[in-house]
């Protein structure tokens, strides 16, 4: 039997040790796959963005000078076509503007993959510091705000939300095209991508209960793992996940009041509301998830500590650390 146990022992710490160091592979691969994961849905919405738009001031422009596409058989033409050598410059300013914001991105991805290598360095120091300190070893110590909160933190913390902002929308999509076909034209230009690759590899993996794996991912992997994420990254995975309950209680509920609604109509009104209430709730925690700050909504916050534990408190920066 101490046999078996200084066995066990053995092949624990050699997996432990693989693990550890795979880190500083993994986690840089997986940061440029996420990069490059970005920059090829940016290059496929690309072309259908800019043809949008050019087609929005067309129209725009036949409405103010007057033109149409009707075909006038008495003269067996088209009757007052829009005038290309008009459209033409405006096209190409569409197409400028839409190339000034892929400069301005990637001028940002530069500047973040800089910053993210400065802060894992200082990060790296911070951890074998903390870890050091705390001598017996206690889980609420190992929390600590003196963490840096790099790009990738960012990014990967606003990417948490697509869990329910993917679901919620790929259930009421159709509704909001009913209410309101030209909106939902633009949505399904950004959205629609994410949509499919959520119901394909979420929704139809693990024999259906890919959404399910996903949830406890989530919570266990990411929200309850002190050890290896830091307090901001939880606790946005945490408020990503209740915000996904609750949506997915009233849309449950939804279902039922409007199953046997002789008005359709209602019900895609609803559907609508859920998406137009999504976007209200999401706005907020988007964008102190990109400040690097956490949302603290009343009672959200105590509900989200109960389950990550308690926030940290506040440590005084030194003026010099020893490693």
């Known amino acids: 039997m101490l046999l078996f146990q200084k066995l066990y022992r053995f092949i624990v710490s050699i997996l432990e040790a693989l693990v550890s160091n795979s880190r500083i592979i993994v986690l840089p691969a997986f940061n440029f796959w996420v990069i490059l994961q970005i920059i090829n849905y940016l290059a496929n919405i690309y072309d259908p963005l800019v043809e949008y738009y050019c087609r929005k001031a067309l129209a725009e422009m036949t409405k103010e000078e007057g033109w149409n596409t009707i075909w006038d058989n008495h003269y067996n033409r088209w009757d007052n076509p829009p005038k290309m050598d008009i459209m033409e410059p405006i096209f190409a300013q569409v197409e400028r503007d839409f190339q000034i ?13 800089l910053f993210e290598m400065y802060g894992r360095y200082v990060n790296r120091r911070t951890r074998k510091r903390v870890n050091r300190e705390n001598k017996t070893g206690a889980w609420a110590a190992k929390d600590t705000y003196e963490y840096i909160i790099t790009l990738f933190d960012r990014f990967f913390a ?52 890919g959404q399910m794996a996903i949830f406890f991912l ?11 994420v830091k307090y901001f990254v939880r606790y946005h995975a945490c408020q990503a996940i209740l915000v996904h309950g609750v949506f997915i209680f009233v849309t449950q509920v939804g279902d039922i009041l409007y199953y046997r609604n002789p008005y359709p109509l209602y019900y895609a009104e609803f559907g609508t509301g859920m998406l137009m209430w999504l976007g209200l709730v999401l706005t907020p925690m988007l964008l102190t998830a990109f400040i690097g700050l956490e949302t603290r909504i009343l009672f959200v916050d105590d509900a989200i500590q109960y389950h990550i534990g308690p926030r940290p408190p506040r440590r005084k920066r030194r003026k010099k650390d020893k490693d």
Request: charged residues 10%; proline residues 4%; aromatic residues 24%.
């Open 101 to 113: 914001k892929v400069f301005l991105f990637g001028s940002v991805m530069i500047f973040g993959l």
């Open 158 to 209: 606003m990417g948490l939300y697509l869990y329910p902002a993917c679901d919620v929308y790929a259930r009421h999509a159709y509704h909001l095209g009913q209410v309101n076909p030209e909106y939902a034209s633009l949505m399904s230009l950004y959205c629609d991508p994410l949509s499919n690759w959520y119901i394909k590899y979420v929704w139809g993996s693990f024999y259906g209960y």
């Open 218 to 228: 989530m919570f266990f992997g990411i929200a309850r793992n002190r050890d290896n």
